[in-house]
């Protein structure tokens, strides 16, 4: 009798209802994948319901590593975590590194303790890894339970990021770290909260944060965030660490411009790290193609970058950078976050016309996203689609920004209604993708 009830509590465990506001998020259909597990109620176990859900390229063969998109703290920023896999400019970056998108969602009630997720120790660690199991086994890539790691991370999910970084060195390519750290200074009669191992020093780290959140604003709610940026980066730089701080001069904790810098960083150190043959270990980042550069919190345009084989100075004070293109793209970043960018877009594909609605497919530009479509109807201009895009916390974007930089809900469609086409005319439609620089494609 009681091996059944423990069965009975389990499945209907299993169907434990969601709860506001974790109950709204898109369909998971194929190429998405997901997964939710309820509170646990062991030692050990996460506190908190969780969802993860994972995009996996269409028509990839063998996955060779997973992007995580994972958001802070706070009962609005978990929810936005709901939207992550379905960013078409991350999407962007996972499918030219034959990489899954993987957007967790812990469902933390309002006000409740971050740590007990954040922290990865608490059980979020072990969920995690679990939902790649379980989702490779859905998503027929038993493999994405064992390839790399490239981890971003907001505000909680900075501290979680990183954590992940001083507890699994082995697995993680690369990790930026938005607006938090983790802990690394002991306090007064207590052991370190994490140690920084010789592995760790080899994994490419970006300190990410605005200058308002304690750079040149030291009295707001956000202010000691620099003072723990810095006491990380401090330390890790210390004892050689590849790692670099990126400080943006016009936010405080919200995301800005960053993923104009983030997307091209992680690119390059995924291309660099990412074994050819699935199961050998993350390659060592090149030394020959690194640059060096002060470390720079503002108070001046003039950044100074130098190739690390021609430094000969101390780095303790200085940021590592994986090559001259991002080194360069840095340097922008820091003056004003607005990160150049000469490519257009892809076009868009499969543009179907039923009646007077437009439906096509396109994906984003790796180094700008997408802003708006323009429609065209025998070969004049007609609409942008949308009139215009929503972003409060920097470049306007097609799918729109929440605070922790993932899409709105509804998730907004590539369609549109010609609700002035003639009756009974045929008309000639194209579509044409803009990036968030103005760049238009073909």
């Not at 007077?356 to 802003?371: F, V």
Request: net charge positive.
């Amino acid at each position: 009798m009681r091996h059944l009830v423990f069965q009975l509590l389990a499945f209907t465990g299993s169907l434990f209802a969601q709860q506001p506001p974790y109950d709204v998020f898109p369909p998971a259909d194929p190429p998405y994948h997901r997964v939710r597990y309820a509170a646990g109620t062991k030692p050990g176990e996460l506190v908190y319901a969780a969802n993860f859900t994972v995009w996996v390229p269409p028509g990839v063969k063998l996955l060779r590593g997973v992007i995580v998109h994972q958001h802070g703290c706070g009962e609005g920023s978990c929810k936005s975590g709901l939207t992550g896999a379905y960013d078409l400019h991350w999407q962007a970056l996972a499918r030219k590194h034959d990489c899954a998108l993987l957007s967790p969602s812990y469902e933390q009630p309002d006000k409740a303790n971050c740590q007990l997720w954040c922290d990865p120790r608490n059980g979020s660690d072990a969920a995690f890894q679990k939902s790649l199991l379980e989702l490779g086994a859905k998503s027929g890539h038993p493999e994405l339970a064992t390839v790399p790691w490239a981890l971003w991370g907001h505000s909680g999910g900075g501290h979680w990021a990183g954590g992940m970084v001083l507890l699994h060195p082995e697995r993680v390519a690369a990790a930026w770290l938005r607006s938090g750290v983790p802990p690394v200074k002991a306090a007064e009669g207590k052991p370190a909260p994490y140690t920084i191992s010789n592995a760790a020093c080899l994994v490419p780290v970006m300190c990410n944060l605005g200058t308002k959140e304690g750079v040149t604003d030291k009295t707001n709610r956000f202010a000691g965030v620099w003072p723990g940026v810095e006491t990380f980066f401090t330390a890790m730089r210390a004892k050689g660490a590849l790692i670099c701080v990126s400080a943006d001069p016009l936010t405080s904790h919200e995301c800005g411009n960053q993923r104009y810098l983030a997307i091209p960083w992680l690119d390059a150190c995924l291309s660099a790290r990412l074994p050819a043959r699935n199961g050998d270990p993350l390659k060592l980042m090149p030394t020959a193609e690194a640059w060096i550069a002060p470390l720079h919190m503002g108070g001046t345009n003039v950044v100074t970058l130098i190739p690390a084989a021609k430094f000969t100075g101390a780095t303790e004070r200085t940021v590592w950078l994986p090559n001259e293109a991002v080194a360069k793209a840095w340097a922008q970043y820091v003056k004003d976050s607005a990160v150049p960018d000469v490519t257009p877009p892809p076009a868009p594909t499969n543009l179907r016309v039923k009646g007077n609605e437009l439906t096509w497919e396109a994906e984003a530009d790796l180094e700008s996203g997408l802003a708006r479509f323009i429609i065209e109807r025998d070969g004049q201009f007609l609409a942008n689609v949308p009139e215009q895009g929503k972003n409060p916390f920097g470049r306007p974007v097609f799918q729109n920004l929440q605070y922790s930089d993932t899409p709105t809900q509804p998730l907004i469609q590539m369609r549109f209604t010609d609700a002035k086409a003639e009756a009974g005319r045929a008309h000639q439609y194209r579509v044409i993708a803009v990036n968030t620089v103005g760049l238009k494609s073909k």
